[in-house]
DNA sequence: GTCTATAGCAGGATAGAC
DNA sequence: GTCTATCCTGCTATAGAC
């Protein structure tokens, strides 16, 4: 049975993330749980602290697992394009319904226009390992030696699409003119990270 | 001279690019104008009214400033090479300060965060043109036919990284270990784009 | 632990003087 | 056009009954 401290993370993570933290109200969020305003702070001390709550206790274990599906899905040996795919399969491919991803994404962007005390813990704990973690398997796979800085940039690179493809789909089916399925988007990523624009150059 | 509407107008938008709508209030606004919190309603109708005006009157001029910027750099004959620095160049190197860049990136991430009536005009008056334009100079710089859906993901992947690059920076600050100069991230974006990973790739 | 009731405050908007 | 004064609404947080 889910207690009234976790459906109030729950609900909470909901709003938080389709509106950011100050369109919310405690009102809205207890009403919903079906729950009295009070419970906010007997749980969490305040608004704030349910927040924090959410931020924690769901998001970031949200962002580990999403770093081990990554992980779990490279298969030796290592080539860049195993790299790429295994990235794109984790974050549209786990076994996450769509809903979560779309809560993870949405929450971590809200939390980037209206940084608060939450940001360093997203970026450190969340995003930074995740970070780390393509660029060691990145280095494995690049048989030469790649000078570190340019490895990171590159990874920084592969994130922007992931991220961006995420953020920005609605721009991206008005661009296109429909709606393009996950696995379209995952061949061109992968077809443009590894060859880039001369992959269709003619010269 | 100045006027109350354009102060408004200028401060409105700082402090909606920096905290969000709902995050600013009116008297805030109207306390650093030096006006009186009235003024709002008188030429706005409302804060609401001063926010969209905000969109029109300042950042959707200047979305089309950089478009323009973007054309005036293509030289002929036209390589990818070209297109991806005149892109680059437009967005970090026009003759704007460094503050209004921010300014403008920061108002778009908030209206993507918590859309509102303002943001269909923002992608479809804003960047929609100018992904059109980046397609139409890419088109022309590949010789061989590339099928247009496949065109237009490579424009998607390029902006990708441009926007990316700028909403992250503190990010890539802490991946890297040291702020890279604009130059560099430029470097690396031309390198990336045309080449992919495989231009380090040993096989 | 969960509720009701309320304190205490801040915001947007408006009416009307000047 | 610009100001003062005020209304009304909605919020968070807390005190205290049960």
């Known amino acids: 049975m889910e207690g009234v401290r976790e459906r109030l ?8 993330a389709l509106k950011g933290f100050r369109e919310v109200s405690v009102r809205e969020i207890t009403r919903r749980v079906g729950c009295n ?3 906010v702070n007997y749980h969490f001390g305040g608004k704030r602290g349910l927040y924090l709550a959410v931020v924690r206790d769901r998001w970031l274990p949200r962002a580990q697992k999403f770093r081990e599906e990554f992980t779990r899905r490279l298969v030796s040996p290592l080539t ?3 790299v790429v795919v295994a990235l794109a399969e984790a974050f549209w491919l786990a076994p996450v319904p769509e809903r979560e991803r779309w809560l993870h994404r949405r929450l971590l962007f809200q939390e980037l226009a209206q940084p608060g005390e939450a940001l360093p813990l997203m970026l450190q704990q969340g995003l930074l390992p995740l970070y780390r973690e393509v660029e060691r398997a990145l280095a494995a796979a690049l048989k030469t030696e790649v000078p570190s800085e340019r490895l990171r940039l590159c990874v920084f690179s592969l994130l922007a699409q992931i991220l961006h493809f995420g953020f920005f789909r609605p721009l991206l089916k008005e661009f296109l003119g429909r709606d393009l399925p996950v696995e379209e988007i995952m ?7 590894l060859r880039g624009l001369s992959g269709w150059c003619a010269s």
Request: proline share 5%; glycine share 4%; no cysteine.
């Open 9 to 16: 993370l729950r609900v909470g993570e909901e709003l938080f």
């Open 37 to 39: 305003v009070a419970a």
């Open 80 to 82: 860049p394009e195993r």
């Open 187 to 193: 061949e061109h990523l992968q077809a443009f990270s």
